[in-house]
């Protein structure tokens, strides 16, 4: 079956991603853009989309879509895209970015809790000042998402010996964890948390959910981790809030707007950690395979990986 | 059964052991030291000793000592000093330290592989500069020993997805491992890893094991790991290793003579992280509750935990 002209897009790695194609055996035609304008000449003709950050304003002119890969999990500006047909089929990247979100969030975990910043100044003063490190052991962790992403967090927090908790829309994952939330109980699930760990998905539904009355329920001393979408948070509730010291600390990765304002008083603040949207990052090499695999799939009129339910919004 | 007079001895924490073995409803009779002067008063008159780097010159005081509990995991102080009877009994606490100790580990290895460092500097710059990260997945760890503490690494290793081998004297839990080496076989055993980690047992078969030709074996860019004791490495021959680039770094919590000397190269060297002996810490009441769990086997005539075998050293 002949799939037709796959656009490539990404501002940085377009060429990157044909090549990796191309190494991995995919025989579709393909086309290359690495900017808006040339994305525009390409567009009309493409019939399959591969793509990062592409303009919203240019799937308008797509007449012969039928399918967006994303090279990433997160989809809402794709989804929100006026111009995007609703027969037009998206799929995000799932069972990637697990491992290397999860690493991130226990390093930031664990140099909480064995003060490695502390420990560095010790060492850069050469003294020998010995003492007792908290444990990340017999705390509680709330997954806020039982995706691929969240179930990773679940199952090192387990190899950690932590009790943990979660918050989905579907439950289909409530197994994993010690107690289940929906989405209409978060007051409940934040209470009694020590880490709070975002990896929703943006949707309608999630946009803002993390306000000033969630915030307010979280424990004194209790940390909220970012690794989803930064929208998720409402980020003028979040300074007030830390400000108030519920919750007591956060590591954020993801902000309402990236590159996060080198003006916010985010990047200071006691307790909170910023970090510039590096802990799932896109590994070409390996979204490259996915989509191959995909393309087969599609080839072959079988299920896509990652197809996204378009009216859930992931 | 009476089982006579405890001594209670150690330098910052005597009194405090005191009372949580009072506590936890311990009802032998306490005599409790803080001092060499005290414990040289108090220990003819002890049955069992309960202590952290009791005087090893006045073991040969003790007329009716019969058991010795260490407050740590490392006995080789004890069992060298030449006044204690071959009779005496002597225990250590184990199966307490694996959960601090691979926090510890695992702290250590992910601030290296997210560049914790790095990101803190970019944050108080407040420069975005995102980057891709490396990730532990798929690495390769060998872990020397496989007691309590080794074997809680290896199981954590697992959920990080790392390859794990191992290296004991008994290979009774060589099953955990994808591959085990014996004694034998150091250089074999850590020619392919990326972190090798030490937890070996102080004995006259592994002190400075880990020497000028074990080091050149390991990979350029490895990491060593030491969190067991100090002298199962050859100091002298790491700083040269270290020189050479074999290992390309190391964490180091343990030293052959503790606290560092503030002179010592290792300080300041590239690549190695020194911390003041803190991944293990013996807790108070933990410790407490072990002793008088092994307090009532005693008084039971059942086994103790935590014994150790005086010909193997531990």
């Known amino acids: 079956m002949d799939v037709g ?3 490539v897009y990404d501002r940085r790695e377009a060429e990157a991603y044909a090549q990796a194609l191309r190494e991995l055996g995919v025989s579709a035609r393909l086309a290359v853009a690495f900017d808006p304008e040339a994305a525009r000449a390409l567009v009309p003709e493409a019939d399959i989309l591969l793509a990062w950050r592409f303009p919203p304003e240019l799937y308008a002119l797509a007449r012969r879509l039928r399918w967006v890969q994303c090279m990433g ?4 500006d794709i989804l929100s895209a006026p111009g995007l047909g609703p027969e037009v089929l998206v799929t995000r ?3 990637q970015f697990g491992p290397s979100i999860a690493e991130y969030v226990f390093a930031e975990l664990l140099a909480r809790v064995r003060r490695l910043d502390e420990t560095r100044a010790l060492q850069r003063a050469r003294l020998w000042r010995p003492f007792v490190a908290d444990r990340l052991a017999g705390r509680r962790m709330g997954v806020a998402g039982l995706g ?8 090192k927090a387990r190899a950690f010996d932590m009790a943990v908790d979660g918050l989905s829309r579907t439950g289909s994952h409530a197994h994993l964890v010690d107690r289940h939330f929906g989405p209409d109980a978060w007051l409940e699930f934040v209470a009694e948390l020590d880490v709070l760990v975002l990896t929703l998905p943006l949707t309608p539904a999630t946009r803002g959910v993390v306000d000033a009355q969630v915030l307010g329920a979280m424990r004194p001393g209790s940390l909220l981790v970012n690794v ?4 998720l948070v409402r980020e003028e509730d979040l300074v007030r809030a830390l400000d108030a010291g519920r919750p007591g600390g956060a590591v954020l990765d993801v902000f309402e707007r990236e590159p996060l304002d080198p003006a916010s008083p985010l990047w200071e603040m006691p307790g ?4 510039p949207h590096v802990s799932g990052p896109s590994r070409t090499r390996e979204v490259a395979a996915f989509f191959a695999e995909n393309l087969a799939r599609y080839r072959r009129s079988q299920p896509l990986m990652g197809l996204v339910d378009r009216a859930a919004g992931y």
Chains 1, 2 share one sequence.
């Open 5 to 7: 002209t796959v656009l």
């Open 73 to 76: 999990a997160g989809v809402e």
């Open 93 to 95: 990247v799932v069972d």
């Open 148 to 155: 691929s992403i969240g179930r990773e967090l679940v199952r």
């Open 228 to 231: 989803g979408r930064g929208a």
């Open 272 to 275: 909170v950690t910023v970090t």
